[in-house]
């Protein structure tokens, strides 16, 4: 019995190493996987206009892929059988290990076949079988982070219209935050006016959001300014002339220059 307990203690370690060779060769291909990935996504933020923080996501999968992999082969179990016949094939013990942890321990042939399959089994087998290296894939992400690093150096191309609209966007953002600090500090000191013109206000103020957020192009932030401005010049005239009502007035027609 002493036999059969240090074969299936040898099985147990095979198993282990089984799950670990697995582990170390899954992480490796998941990190070049992900590498592929980030330098794809790189390539095409360089050449198209997408979002920066896409960078950032893939970055975070290229990081987390490695450690699934990692987590997923080793927590997955090797029964004893395949690693014996693992351990048989690779070490030419023709069958031994198998047909030891198959035999019933009352035959009263066990003793022998134990015997025998415990005389193939060495104390460095595993580790001259399995050893530790680095695999392919580990030296293919190596040239992936250069391209990775080279590719950083180069610029971003942008279209002029491209380039023309992230300006747009700005200034729209500029103009809508003033508008939303000017509404609310008359809101916050009003002077003596009509609802209809607090109305006005609240919708300059609506507006003045909209345009900090960039959420509008050109035409309809214009056309928004434009509609606010009536209401406004509408209000100017039946109350006449307003210090507020002029200074509203001019924040409403700043968008539009």
């Known amino acids: 019995m002493q036999d059969r307990v240090f ?28 590498a592929l990935i980030w ?6 933020f360089k050449c198209f206009p ?33 690693a014996a016949r693992w351990l048989d094939h690779h070490a030419r013990l023709q069958e031994r290990l198998a047909s030891a942890l198959e035999m019933d321990p009352q035959s009263p042939w066990s003793s022998l076949v ?66 939303v600090e000017f509404v609310r500090r008359e809101i916050k000191n009003p002077p003596p006016l009509a609802e209809s013109a607090k109305e006005s206000l609240q919708a300059l103020e609506a507006l003045g959001d909209v345009l900090s957020k960039a959420q509008l192009n050109r035409q309809n932030a214009l056309k928004e300014v434009a509609s606010v401005r009536e209401n406004v010049e509408k209000e100017m005239q039946r109350w006449g002339e307003n210090p507020a009502i002029k200074r509203m007035q001019q924040a409403a027609r700043s968008p539009s220059g």
Do not use: C
């Not at 330098?39 to 095409?44: D, G, H, K, P, R």
């Open 7 to 34: 074969i299936e203690a040898k099985l147990r370690e095979t198993s282990k190493r089984l799950r670990l060779q697995a582990a170390w060769h899954a992480a490796w291909k998941a990190f070049l996987t992900g």
């Open 39 to 44: 330098v794809a996504t790189l390539v095409i």
């Open 50 to 82: 997408i979002k920066a923080h896409w960078l950032g996501i893939v970055a975070f999968l290229w990081a987390t892929l490695p450690l699934a992999a990692w987590s997923f082969f080793w927590l997955k179990p090797i029964p004893l059988m395949d």
């Open 114 to 179: 134990y015997r025998d399959a415990r005389k193939g089994v060495t104390p460095t087998q595993l580790r001259e079988l399995m050893p530790f290296q680095l695999p392919r894939q580990a030296r293919m992400s190596v040239w992936i982070l250069a391209l990775g690093a080279a590719l950083g150096w180069f610029p971003e191309y942008r279209s002029n219209a491209y380039l023309e609209q992230v300006a747009h966007e700005q200034r729209m953002e500029t103009a809508g935050k003033k508008l």
